[in-house]
């Protein structure tokens, strides 16, 4: 493990820094959720790309920088010092276009993967459903302001539940497409159900051979590890400063001993992060692809906002139930990351199913028990399959 830039690595960085001075956008009063908002990431993510700073990893020739990984984790270190994470093109570029880019022929991937990287087109990723029979999607982050998604369908119920499914890409304004925003407790509408009514598609907006859906499925999955976890917006340096201004009854938080234990814990907890993540770093930088162990950054990383945001809403007694950023300490930081904190311990794998993967792909403990593996999809209790 190595936790300096090789020489070309710092020459980028400056580099990359020096662009980002004189280029990131300055800080605007609009928020997720404004038109206004959505128009300043398009434009930033087209800067971007006209740098060769958008999807620096990809080649040239489908509009990336035609750099290296290590170089897009050293991009995107320096962006989050100087603009903010705007966060509508992560699903697309992290997980749709890469597996359209697997799966697609070449003229689907002509046409979908330059607009994509210019923020001109942006895609969302259609697989949860409440019974897997494929007329209504659920949980769908983005589907609202999206052009594209991948859809991954059931085609054959008479086979395992794995087996009958097929992937496709589908235009958001087909006729039949519904898309019914979710309120969150947050207060945000990211994510939503989506109904699918006789919705036809083309056999060309297939990826992958029919019902073998889920091996689509595993490539996107494998690029949404990598993309999710990215930094929270709170976190042990955060929680600390907010214990070094704010006096409780008992005098000033930092003094609390049982806060400074857990204090001690979260700080622990990051540098064992920070080093996870360095290895992850190392291995990209020496050409090596991570492997499932990268899953174990996203249990500790999610489950530590949860647990520091919760101790510093607390702290903050009868005050902690404000929520106005222009009252709230922070400008409600830990407000905001307590009410999304949850959903980051669901999103993108829970942390059961991530603890069976390390428990099996990592420390090669025996499999989980699947009563259901070889059992038609028709078969299951409770399942219903569309006439
Ligand atoms: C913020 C957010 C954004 C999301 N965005 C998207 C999106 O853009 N597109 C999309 O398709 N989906 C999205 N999802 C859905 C998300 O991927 C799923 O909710 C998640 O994968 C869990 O699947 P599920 O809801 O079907 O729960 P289930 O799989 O039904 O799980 C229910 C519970 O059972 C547990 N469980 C299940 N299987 C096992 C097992 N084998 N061993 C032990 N415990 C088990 C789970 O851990 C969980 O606690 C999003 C979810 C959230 C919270």
Redesign the pocket.
Known sequence: MDFNDTQEEAVFRAEARAWLEANAPKPTAAKRGDAAHLTAAKVWQAKKAAAGYAQIAWPKEWGGGGGTPIQSIIFAQEESKYAQNYGYFQ?GLGMCVPTVMAFGDEETKKRFVGPAVRGEEIW??????PSAGSGQ???????HYSDFGIV?VRTNPDVAKHKGLTMFWLNMKSRGVEVRPIHQMSGGR??NEVYLTDVRVKDSQRLGPVDDGWRVALVTLMNERLAVGGGADVDYSTILRLARELRTETGPALADPSFREKLADWFVQSEGLKNTRMRTMTALSRGQAPGPESSIGKIIAANQLQDLSNAAVEMQDQYGIICDPTLAPLAAAFQSSLL?S???R????????L??IIAERVLGLPG?I?VDKDVAFKDLPGRSVDP
């Open positions: 699903i969302c990723q259609l697989f949860s459903e999607k659920v949980w769908t982050s983005g589907a991954l990211d994510f999304s949850a959903g980051l669901i999103a993108g794998g829970t942390d059961e199913i603890k069976n989980d699947r």
